[in-house]
């Protein structure tokens, strides 16, 4: 049986994608001389980590499962490197619209597609029923 070995990463947001690409890059480099088979990347692997603040301004940094950064970079880490990679990102969803409360305190997401199109594969729930 082949021993799966998995590389671990926790790292902090220097204030740009490009500086945190670069890092990930020389630590997938470091784990295939380590013979490390998986490489684990943080959540929301290129963008800060906002969930933990109230600013709405961190619904910027979401970006579609396919076609974005995200999937660029987690594509070339494993292609480069001959890694499989997890990653995480903030999906923005096709048909999805930000709606901030004036002076922005608060902030949710409005469906912009009719009610008898739900998203596909995912439930369809009024927001009195995402909070039970």
């Given at each position: 049986m082949k021993t799966t070995r998995i590389a671990l990463v926790q790292t902090h947001w220097p204030g740009q994608?490009?500086?945190l690409i670069e890092t990930y890059h020389q630590l997938a480099k470091e784990a295939t001389?380590?013979?490390?088979d998986i490489l684990c990347?943080?959540?929301f692997s290129i963008s800060p980590y906002f969930p933990g603040t109230t600013d709405p301004a961190g619904?910027?940094?979401a970006e579609p499962l396919q076609g974005g950064p995200s999937e660029q970079l987690f594509a070339d880490l494993a292609?480069?490197?001959n890694l499989t990679v997890?990653?995480?990102l903030y999906e923005k969803l096709p048909h999805v619209d930000l709606d901030?409360?004036?002076?922005?305190?608060?902030a949710e997401l409005v469906?912009?597609?009719p009610p008898s199109s739900p998203p596909k594969g995912r439930e369809a729930r009024s927001p009195s029923q995402r909070e039970g």
């Open positions: 994608r490009d500086s001389s380590q013979q490390v990347l943080p959540e619904f910027n940094w292609r480069i490197h997890i990653g995480s901030s409360s004036p002076g922005g305190k608060t469906e912009s597609r």
